[in-house]
């Protein structure tokens, strides 16, 4: 049994929730961080120094940092599942794992917090117009990949999928005007076909 510790509404624990159910695999969830706190304690921070989420242990092995999970699972356990069978689809899949924490998160997550976690009175239109912007012409990159591709790396859904789809749900659940992104929102239709998608992604945006 697999133990993921964090609160489902972080970006970060639903990648392994979502992968978890994709490789139907069984793990009990604990709620840390956030509201829950926890993260402070000397106990979690011996299995997570950094004090963040999630963390999962899995018999004695202690793994934290999300898109180091998402690989060590699905290797370990996806017998094929998830990772595309060519090193050439892999490193494929890999680039986009490694784009949304570089690039896609860091540009989404400021409109993100105006809009969610922010109180209306406090934001700074010009700002949030600023930050709109960005996002849009980050996640254009990602329509631009996805024209003639039914998935990131790809025809089939892997690992590349599922970062950049927790963070494409929340811009498409935000309440702001944004450009048509065909390609983009194609394959959103696609991922939210997948039940473990609506199950730990399509949440109330927190």
Known sequence: ?????????????????????????????????????GTATSEYRKLNPNGLVPTIEDGGFVLWESNAILRYLADKYGA??????????????????????????????????SMVRMPEKKRDPEVLARDIEAAVETLEILDRHLAG?????????????????????????????????????????????RAAYRK?????LS
């Open 200 to 204: 730990h992604v399509m949440v109330e």
């Open 149 to 193: 591709r039914a998935h990131v790396a790809g025809a089939e859904f892997s690992l590349g999928d599922i970062p950049a789809g927790i963070w494409t749900h929340r811009w498409f659940a935000l309440p702001i005007e944004r450009p048509a992104q065909p390609n983009l929102e194609a394959w959103y239709e696609r991922l939210k076909e």
């Open 80 to 113: 094929g599942r998830l990772s595309p069978a060519t090193p050439e689809g892999r490193a494929e899949a890999d680039r986009w794992m490694c784009w949304e924490q570089s690039t896609l998160t860091p540009a989404v997550w400021p409109v993100y917090f």
């Open 1 to 37: 049994m697999i133990k993921i510790w964090g609160r489902r509404t972080s970006s970060n624990v639903q990648k392994v929730l979502w992968c978890c159910d994709e490789l139907e695999l069984d793990y009990e969830q604990v709620d840390v961080g956030g509201p829950f706190g």
